[in-house]
């Protein structure tokens, strides 16, 4: 058996080139089900083969790496806490062992004991964007990770893009700007501005809702 401070090394070492440790059967046997212990492994149980045909599973693991960069990354990174993956295609064994028939599916491993109820993440309730994550990592484990995303270039490409378009078309008819009076067009641009901005899509990026709601009175999803 590999004593504790060699399973410790071991996945520091790991965690210092991947933020996400990948795991078979064998490697989750040794570092995550079996003592000694004194380190939280939060682990998603996944299905990233492209034939495996899991759409799902692909968003859950890119919210999943950004937050485990997160934590790799800051300054409170300690070996407290570890982030694996274990795919269906290179651990079936451990989908087996822990009858488990969906994915992705995140569970944590506490420093001590076996996973309680409410260590197992609610997917379908809370969605799997890494801040929610994050708040149950924090919940099951005392470690807060402030998520940092990587910028997004897109809005400002897209803006620019627009500003280049409207140059264009001053420059190409600068000597005739009767179109920036037409009533129609400006209506048009106008409306599709307030349908945007009152979309459902709007509204979530907004307020940020979970994945799914349970029913106050019968409790389903």
């Known amino acids: 058996q590999m004593v504790l401070s060699e399973k410790v090394n071991q996945l520091m070492e790991w965690a210092s080139k991947r933020s996400v440790i990948r795991m078979n059967g064998d490697k989750f046997r040794r570092l995550v089900k079996a003592p000694p212990r004194n380190y939280s492994v939060i682990v998603m149980f996944t299905a990233l083969q492209p034939h495996r045909q899991c759409v799902v599973c692909k968003q859950a693991d890119e919210e ?19 982030f694996a993956m274990v ?4 651990g079936s064994d451990v989908f087996q062992m822990l009858n488990m028939n969906s994915a992705p599916t995140f569970i944590n491993f506490p420093a001590k004991g076996k996973p309680k109820r409410g260590d197992t993440y609610e ?13 149950w990592v924090a919940d099951r484990t005392d470690v807060n990770i402030r998520v940092i995303r990587p910028p997004n270039y897109a809005g400002p490409l897209m803006l620019g893009l627009l500003l280049a378009v409207v140059g264009g078309l001053v420059y190409l008819r600068g000597s005739n700007l009767d179109f920036l009076y037409n009533k129609t067009g400006w209506a048009f641009a106008a409306l599709c501005f307030v349908l945007a901005m009152t979309s459902g899509q709007m509204w979530n990026h907004i307020r940020g809702p979970p994945y799914a709601h349970k029913n106050p009175h019968t409790g389903q999803v």
Request: glycine share 2%; hydrophobic share 45%.
């Open 64 to 82: 999943y790496q950004i937050l485990a960069n997160s934590w790799r990354y800051s300054s409170a990174f300690t070996n407290k806490i570890f």
């Open 123 to 135: 997917l379908q309730v809370r969605g799997f964007a890494a801040e929610q994550l994050a708040r």
């Open 87 to 90: 795919d269906f295609d290179e």
